[in-house]
């Protein structure tokens, strides 16, 4: 039996298509007037990163422009005999638990904001925007005071509390655009399902938020990771401090070991460097769903 | 269809998991308003629960006590005491040896080391005073002392150094420094070292140039002159025109114009026309003899351009020692003191003097000033300043076969101490001087090397304000 295949159908070009005349503009367009000044503009973010790289990896007093012979004595220096390894460890511990903590609470706050109408919820959103012009610096010394209370001066959680606390205006006023933008009648939906109104939350419209969730919570870790003043204000011991603040140690009042000042720089920078290559499709994702208004 | 939604609609007022329903047909996307239910009062209790067992487990800390009113005790002289060094980092090991040694013979007191980076010192003192958590004890440079002293913070150190081994054996001019850096009444620190300024030069290039060492401003001139060939990127000077321009400024204008005193009366004699004169001339080297990016130049970014460029001199201090010898190796410089006026006369501007003061908020200041006797005594100052590179404060220390062989540090306590020396007293006193000889005027300094203001504007507009602060000081002394 000879079973008749049918022809493929023709393949249908899906793509969005430029119009015709801008196309034939855009056509015309030298490529060297689009490359050579985004070249330029690359060679300009770059270079910096060359600079540290090549410091961190030639030896001590090299003036080669290459970083050849390769030496790693600057990273083993930082990591060995300034500490590094430990302000590493309380910098991730700072930045995971700004993370969880700025999330779950602006992920609350933020679905307040979205579903439930209230007397002074303008009010108290214009707050929350206001709060973005206060500068950390002058709220150290009641901060300051607050912790010492609390007997949390020279504690992780004083500066947790405080990076938390300065995320969360911003990231409550992010996820409750991204929740008014998923449907009510979804939540609804699974009301008639029989879910209470958490389950509904956490089985439907928690998944659709993950390009948020995403955006936000990297930036309260980023923030959080880059962090400096807290760091250096609320904490004392060695065995507490952070990575921003152990950077700020190799450079004494008259002497920077640039070499040392490197290595330290790469290794702050080698985490947040890879939380953005892993995130980034969801991150434009998350940015581009927040800025349309559901 | 219709029917449907409205079998859920009313499902939904009926439900058990909502009170109020507000939900309107026509508008399905309007908030609406519920109460707190009891499972998600429980969720929450259960997350704010959890976030307060996490930070109590990360929450070790302490209570911060100790600010600018609290007048604190004597103590007991045992028990534990807290230590800020106010340039930790790159001193941080050395002081931990000097607090081993200082345990090892006071097993009875505990020091808590704290490090802080230079830069943020002055934050985190002036943060500490207002809101509490002072230390016991703590590194406090002249430049920072006025500012922290104004505060009530510092407790007076004179009759204790009366009473202590250490009387007779500390640098009077160094006290000198400190107890005019204070206020000029009070003793509110000790001094462990002093830099001073250093007119760091590469032999090479001077040898290769067939040039005298640049002792005097006529040889220091020449040689930037000689050395500048712009074609083949080297440069015979590099100026400091970014952060902390003016002292070296001002030490390059008093040194060169023979005088001698910071003040006349109640005026400062920081635009007199020898001094105007000076500053012109030495300005003059910018773009001249130096490279144009100098404008921004911080002791950093002037530092590294020296030690991986082809530039003659550099005037920085004795901080920036290892750096030129780790870049450059020890045969390609040297470093001296500030040039001379041609008679040999050298005039030169106090650098800060670091030190320790005991704050008055201590609960043991009996121990916290063990532990001052200790770190200034003979041996630990020695290795102290050893390590640091710079003059040590105890008379015994700089007498130490080390200093000896450091011939930059050696050269420098001569010129301090030198009878042809005269030191030209910045006024660290002033609680205003950081911010007229930092923020208020480093701007104006860069105007003055691309410029756009004269010299003799420069420095008039810095003498008003030094004569307003001098005015507004004695006032209240």
């Known amino acids: 039996m000879i079973t008749e295949i049918a022809p493929a159908p023709e393949r249908v070009e899906t793509r969005p298509t430029r119009p015709r005349g801008r196309r034939r503009a855009w056509d015309e367009v030298p490529r060297r007037h689009i490359y050579l000044p985004l070249s330029i503009y690359l060679l300009f973010t770059l270079i910096p990163f060359y600079w540290i790289l090549l410091f961190a990896l030639r030896p001590a007093g090299s003036t080669s422009l290459v970083p050849w012979p390769m030496t790693f004595d600057h990273f083993n220096k930082v990591w060995n005999e300034r500490a590094f390894g430990t302000y590493f460890q309380n910098s991730v511990l700072v930045g995971i638990a700004t993370l969880v903590m700025t999330t779950l609470v602006a992920l609350a706050g933020g679905y307040a904001l979205a579903r439930f109408d209230f007397r002074i919820k303008k009010a108290f959103m214009l707050a929350l925007l206001c709060t973005q012009f206060v500068p950390g610096a002058l709220l150290l010394v009641p901060l300051f005071e607050i912790f010492a209370n609390l007997r949390m001066i020279n504690s992780l959680g004083s500066v947790i509390i405080a990076e938390t606390v300065f995320q969360l205006p911003l990231s409550m006023i992010l996820i409750s655009g991204f929740i008014r933008n998923v449907p009510y009648s979804l939540e609804e939906a699974a009301w008639v399902d029989g879910c209470n109104r958490f389950t509904a939350f956490r089985i439907v419209v928690l998944p659709l938020l993950r390009p948020g969730l995403i955006a936000v919570g990297s930036f309260a870790f980023v923030h959080a990771w880059n962090h400096f003043l807290f760091a250096l204000m609320f904490l004392s011991d060695q065995s507490k401090q952070t990575i921003p603040v152990g950077l700020n140690t190799l450079m004494s009042a008259d002497s920077v070991d640039l070499g040392a000042l490197a290595a330290g720089g790469i290794i702050a920078a080698v985490p947040v460097v890879i939380v953005f290559a892993f995130i980034q499709k969801w991150l434009i994702t998350g940015f581009s769903a927040g800025a349309v208004k559901g | ?477």
């Not at chain 2, 532990?371 to 630990?380: G, Y």
Request: charged content about 25%.
């Open chain 2, 1 to 477: 269809m219709t029917h449907l939604r409205s079998k859920r609609l009313h499902a939904l007022r009926t439900s058990p998991h909502n009170v109020t329903t507000p939900l309107d047909p026509e508008e399905e996307s309007r908030p609406m308003k519920s109460s707190i239910r009891n499972r998600r009062s429980r969720a929450a209790i259960a997350v704010a629960l959890g976030s307060v067992l996490a930070l109590t487990a990360t929450a070790c800390g302490d209570d911060g006590s100790g600010s600018a009113g609290d007048k604190g005790n004597e103590g007991s002289g045992k028990g534990e005491i807290t230590f800020w060094d106010n340039n930790g980092g790159v001193r941080t090991d050395i002081w931990k040896q000097i607090i081993a040694d200082f345990e090892k013979k006071n097993p009875n007191i505990k020091v808590n080391y704290v490090g802080i980076p230079a830069a943020s010192a002055q934050s985190k003192y002036d943060t500490a005073i207002q809101g509490g958590g002072l230390p016991d004890v703590g590194g406090v440079g002249t430049a920072m002392l006025a500012e922290v002293a104004v505060q009530g913070a510092l407790e007076p150190l004179d009759s204790r150094l009366a009473k202590s081994s250490l009387n007779g054996k500390l640098s009077q001019k160094l006290l000198d420094n400190s107890r005019a850096a204070g206020g000029g009444k009070e003793l509110y620190q000790i001094p462990t070292s002093s830099n001073n300024g250093v007119l760091w030069y590469r032999t090479d290039l001077f040898q290769k140039a067939g040039l005298d060492a640049p002792t005097t401003w006529s040889k220091f001139y020449a040689a930037a002159d000689k050395l500048t060939d712009k074609g083949k990127n080297q440069f015979g000077f590099t100026i400091r025109g970014g952060e902390g321009s003016i002292a070296p400024a001002l030490d390059a204008a008093y040194s060169q114009s023979g005088v001698t005193s910071f003040w006349n009366g109640d005026k400062t004699t920081v635009n007199d026309p020898k001094v105007v004169a000076a500053l012109e001339k030495y300005v003059g080297l910018y773009k001249k003899d130096t490279p144009s990016a100098d404008v921004n130049n911080d002791f950093t970014k002037m530092v590294a351009q020296w030690d991986s460029g082809t530039i003659g001199m550099l005037s920085h201090n004795l901080g920036s020692y290892q750096d030129h010898l780790k870049a450059l190796g020890a045969d390609k410089f040297r470093g001296l003191p500030n040039p001379t006026l041609d008679d040999g006369k050298r005039v030169q501007i106090s650098n800060p003097v670091d030190g320790m003061s005991v704050f008055k908020s201590s609960k043991n200041k009996a121990a916290a000033w063990k532990f001052v006797e200790f770190a200034v005594s003979h041996e630990e100052n020695s290795k102290f300043n050893q390590s640091a590179g710079q003059i040590p404060a105890n008379t015994e220390a700089a007498q130490d076969a080390w200093i000896q062989k450091a011939e930059p540090t050696k050269l420098a306590a001569e010129a301090l101490n030198g009878s042809d020396t005269t030191i030209v007293q910045l006024p660290y006193y002033l609680p205003d001087w950081n911010t007229i000889s930092k923020a208020d005027n480093e701007p104006n300094f860069q105007k003055v090397l691309l410029g756009k203001m004269t010299a003799k504007a420069f420095l008039d507009t810095l003498a008003d304000q030094l004569n307003k602060a001098q005015a507004d000081w004695k006032k209240n002394h």
